[in-house]
């Protein structure tokens, strides 16, 4: 098999890539270890920022976004005895979207179908070959146990943190950094309202709590846990009360509705960046090259901003024989990536609990900075409704 762009990973910075390529007349193909049902229902970011939804928009994939997802202005501050609302619109101008990754692959996934883009799901073995020629190539087992050799001009690994793309990047070319955080998220999604109109993050001396939604009907909630939490030790009663003492229920006359949980599970919290982002004829975009903490809603955003810069470059490699992009690319994309990264880092930091009473007087501190001062107020908002791509 050949095609000018081998694409490695069907989450949304694979089939995004795919979309913004092909309205360049590139061909591509998109390999994918999971199944099709798997990639599309798996729970992950729910929150995009203004530039990912104006890309979308530009390329014809924000319709149902628009129609179905809900525009927030901002997000709610809460600790105890304190509740602050801060706008993005009055601080930055930009507002954010609450619309679920599982549908933003839905969507991307529906329209790469209907252009005829050729998928592999369930494939095994995958490997990249002769990254640093002109003639890089990538071999997989599909689905159905043929053993496949697929020729390209250049392969875009966007699989992930698990997947091949990251670890053919030579230890003596890569540097990585990484930082692990000592608490782990605890996630749930449960079939009832939304019990505020837009997310509050809340700082508690039980730790930090989060209130998310889905819709008008699915709420997704979090709770700060040690890592390596059971989850067994978790019956859904627990999760409720432990809900509604941190996200304060009952103070000021706001109430936490509870109903049935569908979903929870446990997510480790941290950080970790791979530069560069390219070796010879690979290219890395989204968790292959550079993972968040989910506190600043900048997993997803991350990755299409990848994209965003990477579509271009590689048009102009293939299509003008003009490399300028391509040379620029992982230094581009590398000055958002640590921007994003800080400031998840710095939400994190101030909303999590350490359990050591000197640290929890600064994070009082700073979020009262944060909320009273504007200066403080207009930096968390530049940073959560998203700075312009490529910036």
């Given at each position: 098999?050949?095609?000018?762009?081998?694409?490695?990973?069907?989450?949304?910075?694979?089939?995004?890539?795919?979309?913004?390529?092909?309205?360049?007349?590139?061909?591509?193909?998109?390999?994918?270890?999971?199944?099709?049902?798997?990639?599309?229902?798996?729970?992950?970011?729910?929150?995009?920022?203004?530039?990912?939804?104006?890309?979308?928009?530009?390329?014809?994939?924000?319709?149902?976004?628009?129609?179905?997802?809900?525009?927030?202005?901002?997000?709610?501050?809460?600790?105890?005895?304190?509740?602050?609302?801060?706008?993005?619109?009055?601080?930055?101008?930009?507002?954010?979207?609450?619309?679920?990754?599982?549908?933003?692959?839905?969507?991307?996934?529906?329209?790469?179908?209907?252009?005829?883009?050729?998928?592999?799901?369930?494939?095994?073995?995958?490997?990249?070959?002769?990254?640093?020629?002109?003639?890089?190539?990538?071999?997989?087992?599909?689905?159905?146990?043929?053993?496949?050799?697929?020729?390209?001009?250049?392969?875009?690994?966007?699989?992930?943190?698990?997947?091949?793309?990251?670890?053919?990047?030579?230890?003596?070319?890569?540097?990585?950094?990484?930082?692990?955080?000592?608490?782990?998220?605890?996630?749930?999604?449960?079939?009832?309202?939304?019990?505020?109109?837009?997310?509050?993050?809340?700082?508690?001396?039980?730790?930090?709590?989060?209130?998310?939604?889905?819709?008008?009907?699915?709420?997704?909630?979090?709770?700060?846990?040690?890592?390596?939490?059971?989850?067994?030790?978790?019956?859904?009663?627990?999760?409720?009360?432990?809900?509604?003492?941190?996200?304060?229920?009952?103070?000021?006359?706001?109430?936490?509705?509870?109903?049935?949980?569908?979903?929870?599970?446990?997510?480790?919290?941290?950080?970790?960046?791979?530069?560069?982002?390219?070796?010879?004829?690979?290219?890395?975009?989204?968790?292959?090259?550079?993972?968040?903490?989910?506190?600043?809603?900048?997993?997803?955003?991350?990755?299409?901003?990848?994209?965003?810069?990477?579509?271009?470059?590689?048009?102009?490699?293939?299509?003008?024989?003009?490399?300028?992009?391509?040379?620029?690319?992982?230094?581009?994309?590398?000055?958002?990536v640590w921007r994003c990264t800080h400031f998840s880092w710095w939400m994190t930091t101030m909303l999590h609990t350490s359990g050591d009473p000197f640290d929890a007087r600064l994070q009082l501190s700073q979020l009262r900075w944060v909320a009273g001062s504007e200066a403080g107020a207009t930096g968390l908002a530049e940073n959560y409704a998203g700075l312009p791509i490529g910036m």
């Amino acid at each position: 098999m050949r095609t000018e762009v081998a694409i490695i990973g069907a989450g949304p910075a694979g089939l995004l890539l795919s979309h913004l390529l092909s309205l360049e007349g590139i061909d591509s193909v998109v390999l994918e270890t999971r199944t099709r049902e798997y990639v599309e229902a798996r729970i992950r970011a729910g929150i995009l920022e203004s530039s990912t939804v104006e890309l979308l928009d530009a390329v014809g994939l924000g319709d149902r976004l628009r129609e179905e997802g809900d525009e927030h202005r901002g997000i709610y501050l809460r600790w105890p005895g304190e509740r602050h609302h801060l706008d993005f619109v009055d601080l930055a101008g930009r507002s954010v979207w609450v619309y679920g990754q599982t549908e933003v692959t839905k969507d991307l996934g529906r329209a790469r179908e209907e252009a005829g883009q050729e998928f592999y799901y369930g494939v095994s073995d995958t490997a990249v070959h002769d990254l640093t020629t002109d003639r890089p190539y990538v071999t997989f087992r599909s689905a159905e146990g043929e053993e496949v050799r697929l020729d390209a001009d250049v392969i875009a690994g966007c699989d992930g943190s698990f997947g091949p793309s990251r670890g053919a990047v030579p230890d003596a070319v890569k540097r990585t950094w990484e930082r692990t955080y000592p608490y782990s998220w605890l996630g749930i999604l449960a079939d009832v309202a939304p019990s505020t109109d837009e997310l509050i993050y809340a700082w508690h001396p039980n730790g930090f709590a989060l209130h998310s939604m889905r819709s008008e009907t699915v709420s997704r909630l979090y709770l700060q846990v040690a890592p390596g939490e059971d989850i067994a030790e978790w019956p859904d009663d627990r999760i409720w009360d432990e809900l509604a003492v941190r996200l304060g229920h009952g103070q000021d006359g706001w109430e936490l509705t509870p109903g049935p949980i569908t979903d929870k599970s446990v997510l480790p919290m941290r950080s970790y960046v791979m530069e560069p982002m390219r070796y010879g004829r690979l290219f890395l975009a989204g968790d292959a090259a550079h993972i968040v903490p989910p506190t600043g809603a900048k997993g997803l955003n991350l990755a299409v901003a990848d994209v965003a810069l990477l579509a271009p470059a590689l048009t102009a490699m293939l299509r003008k024989n003009n490399t300028a992009l391509a040379d620029a690319y992982s230094d581009t994309a590398l000055r958002r990536v640590w921007r994003c990264t800080h400031f998840s880092w710095w939400m994190t930091t101030m909303l999590h609990t350490s359990g050591d009473p000197f640290d929890a007087r600064l994070q009082l501190s700073q979020l009262r900075w944060v909320a009273g001062s504007e200066a403080g107020a207009t930096g968390l908002a530049e940073n959560y409704a998203g700075l312009p791509i490529g910036m």
